[in-house]
């Protein structure tokens, strides 16, 4: 059995370094995903490319398991200290040409909790906290994807009343829970939400109710004191924008919110995207 605990650099001040980062001390990507989980690129070749970019740190982040079912885009349960011990040798191999940090991407969902406390998050470097599912239940069992198909959000929608304010309220319901549950070193795609609403085929991010719905939830993750990352795989995917919006951007700047800028990469040549 591969002894994962004993590669971890508990030496890390996350916090800190997310500082440093924020104020630009520093060029990192802490949002990456390797063929550990639904990336395409193995964690060297990630590494790799970082160097190549002159980054000073690069966070590998691959999605944790979810607890109600076997999703085929998270690491495998049996594969998480292997995760850990390979990221830790590559560590080594490189720390004279980078800081390597090993973290998970964990989703933060309804009555997850004891999920969560079994992944044992103090292995990691830093984690990452997602809401990638409604609180809303399939007749199967599990639970509505926001980002999983646009068939599988408006069939949540369908089961909301029809009424496309239950589900935003719901989204951004969870993405507060998360910021506020000590977990995470910081949030991740603050409005994900409209991955499948750019041309505002379900709501208009002007309109009134949506503005005091996103900024509400942001205030309340100003409260928390959790940073929050600017997500750019918007923006590489051809939409002229980020995740979060950039009023959103703006609004979480007013409120004092610490802000790091991530690619969410899942490929090597995807790595440090938007960073200038």
């Not at 063929?35 to 002159?54: H, M, Q």
């Not at 369908?158 to 304010?165: D, E, N, P």
């Not at 205030?219 to 923006?235: D, F, L, Q, V, Y």
Request: hydrophobic letters at 35%; glycine letters at 6%; charged letters at 25%.
């Amino acid at each position: 059995m591969l002894k994962s605990d004993s590669k971890v650099n508990t030496k890390v001040n996350i916090q800190e370094m997310i500082g440093a980062i924020a104020s630009g001390k520093l060029r990192a990507d802490l949002h990456n995903h390797s063929l550990y989980s639904d990336g395409k690129s193995t964690p060297e070749e990630i590494v790799l490319s970082a160097i190549d970019k002159r980054l000073d740190v690069i966070g590998i982040s691959d999605h944790a398991p979810v607890g109600f079912k076997d999703a085929r885009w998270s690491i495998r349960r049996e594969k998480i200290d292997e995760y850990i011990y390979v990221l830790g040798e590559l560590k080594e191999k490189y720390k004279d040409k980078i800081t390597l940090l090993t973290g998970l991407e964990v989703d933060y969902y309804k009555d997850c909790d004891e999920h969560i406390k079994a992944l044992r998050l103090t292995r990691f470097d830093y984690t990452i906290g997602s809401v990638h599912f409604f609180s809303i239940k399939k007749a199967v069992g599990d639970y509505y994807g926001i980002d999983s198909s646009p068939i599988e959000l408006a069939a949540a929608i369908v089961q909301a009343k029809g009424v496309v304010q239950n589900v935003c309220q719901d989204y951004f319901t969870y993405i507060v829970k998360a910021a506020k549950s000590g977990y995470f070193s910081f949030v991740g795609h603050f409005d994900l939400i409209k991955k499948y609403n750019f041309d505002s085929t379900y709501f208009v991010e002007s309109e009134e109710w949506y503005q005091t719905m996103s900024k509400l939830a942001l205030a309340e993750i100003a409260a928390a004191n959790i940073p929050m990352e600017i997500n750019t795989s918007a923006s590489r995917k051809g939409h002229n924008d980020y995740y979060p919006s950039k009023f959103l951007v703006e609004e979480a700047r007013r409120l004092g919110i610490t802000l790091i800028t991530n690619s969410d990469s899942h490929h090597k040549d995807e790595v440090g995207y938007g960073q200038g």
